[in-house]
């Protein structure tokens, strides 16, 4: 019998390309899957049949075109599907969600790495999300530069990836400032670490925010 957390536990993992983070991603799922938790093992944008359609017309290189506000509203499009198909009903049941990504994805890369203006990105996830924020989030921090060199060394193709260092160390900031304002939620990774030592670190974090959450009897039911 799988252990259930009354109100689930969504954690996000997020940084720039080329940190490994997909990789951690699925250790933290057999992890957690090992320690008797049902777990879901999400990505954006993504998640959903939907979402991997709009994935698609967000990634494919051809779309050079794109403005940044109809990029800014196919992400949002793509997340408000992937919350009500997935996320809120595998929270509801008490599962771990983890998702390879989140709003704070947008907010680095669409507002730091493109420039849209803070309060039309706010505004807009008000509007998908309510503003709701995973209960942790993992940044996996990594200069622009290694992590451009480590994406190119697996080959991957897609719109975003055609932009320079300059765009990437701009999400980096990005990112670094939502952990400065949000410390409690958001902790901050070094990704040029061993992978065997990422993978242990991000393990003592999450075990760590689910003994205390676990510990909170105003958030969580004994007992579990
Ligand atoms: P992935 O390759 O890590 O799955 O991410 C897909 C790309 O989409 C990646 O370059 C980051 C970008 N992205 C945004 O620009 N805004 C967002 O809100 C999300 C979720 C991803």
């Known amino acids: 019998m799988k252990k259930r957390l009354p109100l689930g536990f969504f954690i996000s993992l997020e940084g720039i390309e080329g ?49 940044p506000l109809a990029e800014l509203l196919l992400h949002n499009a793509a997340r408000a599907q992937h919350l009500a198909e997935k996320i809120l009903p595998a929270l509801k049941e008490g599962k771990v969600v983890i998702a390879d990504r989140f709003t704070d994805s947008t907010i680095a890369y669409q507002g730091y790495g493109r420039g849209i203006d803070m309060s039309l990105i706010i505004s807009i996830d008000k509007i998908t999300t309510g503003c709701i924020r995973p209960h942790l989030t993992i940044v996996f921090d990594l200069d622009a530069e290694i992590g451009l060199m480590r994406n190119r060394g697996i080959n991957k ?54 003994a205390s959450i676990s510990n909170d009897k105003k958030r969580w039911h004994s007992g579990i």
């Open 157 to 210: 193709d897609d719109r975003l990836e055609l932009e320079g260092v300059e765009f990437y160390s701009r999400v980096r900031e990005g990112y670094l400032s939502i952990a400065e304002r949000d410390p409690e939620r958001v902790k901050i990774l070094d990704a040029a670490m061993s992978r065997e030592l990422v993978k242990e670190k991000i393990q003592e974090i999450v075990a760590s925010e689910i």
């Open 19 to 67: 940190t490994g983070k997909t990789t951690q991603a699925e250790i933290l799922s057999e992890f957690l899957l090992s320690r008797g938790y049902d777990v879901v093992l999400t990505n954006e944008p993504g998640g959903t049949v939907i979402g991997n359609k709009i994935r698609e017309i967000l990634l494919w290189p051809g779309h050079k075109e794109m403005s």
